[in-house]
């Protein structure tokens, strides 16, 4: 029988995507090998490293972009919100009710960039032209929170929030493709008709 000798193994798969790989003494022919080393020439090499490493280093580019769970983490809290409002609508006024969300907010996003200060991760920039777009963002932030409270002062059911949020991502949308010239496909367009007539089916 031909002796066989490692010929190399690279713990970190994220660098080395190579399978295991044998080579013989005598002739120096190289068996790829998969499961088994019997099965040469199999297509899928093995990682033996993988729960070491990151996971999710390609799930960006297989199944979603990359900002994906960033958008399920905001909906998420935004959800929360909308139910805290709810629960705190009838119990403070919508004034007072709306500078403590925004405060709390503000405080929050506080520590947020004092995080990133001591972590020496601080990479902010400024523009007159982000702050000036900034402080509208805010302006609306403001104004839409006591809408919420005024809404659900009035009675309005929490389940009336998804048609709200879907009239505003319709707005979005019609934006992104006029000003950001974003693609338009048929899907979006279907999408910004179901997020206004769902919004319009709930007026009662």
């Known amino acids: 029988m031909t002796e066989l000798a490692i010929w ?3 713990d970190n798969s994220v660098i ?4 295991v790989s044998f080579v013989p003494e005598k002739n120096k022919l190289r068996l790829r090998v998969d499961k088994f080393a019997d099965e040469p020439r199999a297509s899928h090499a093995v990682h033996f ?3 070491a490493s990151d996971p999710f280093h390609k799930l960006d580019s297989c199944f979603v972009a990359a900002w994906f769970w960033y958008a399920v983490v905001a909906a998420i809290l935004y959800g929360a919100h909308q139910i ?3 629960l705190a609508a009838n119990r403070i006024g919508e004034g007072l009710g709306g500078f403590v969300v925004e405060a709390t907010a503000a405080l929050s996003i506080l520590v947020y ?3 990133l200060w001591l972590a020496s991760r601080w990479n902010q920039q400024s523009s007159a032209q982000g702050i000036f777009y900034s402080v509208l963002t805010g302006v609306c932030v403001g ?3 006591i809408a919420f409270f005024l809404l659900f002062q009035k009675g309005g ?4 929030v998804p048609a709200i949020l879907a009239g505003g991502a319709a707005i979005m949308a019609i934006a992104g493709i006029l000003f950001f010239h974003e693609s338009l496909s048929w899907q979006r367009l279907i999408g910004v008709v179901l997020a206004i007539a769902g919004l319009f089916l ?3």
């Not at 080395?16 to 399978?19: G, K, N, T």
């Not at 059911?157 to 009336?160: D, G, Q, R, T, V």
Request: charged residues 25%.
């Open 8 to 10: 190399h193994v690279e």
């Open 16 to 19: 080395d995507l190579r399978p």
């Open 49 to 51: 490293n993988f729960l």
């Open 84 to 86: 805290f409002t709810k």
């Open 113 to 115: 960039l004092a995080f």
């Open 143 to 145: 104004a839409g929170t």
């Open 157 to 160: 059911p929490l389940s009336s």
């Open 202 to 204: 709930l007026r009662k």
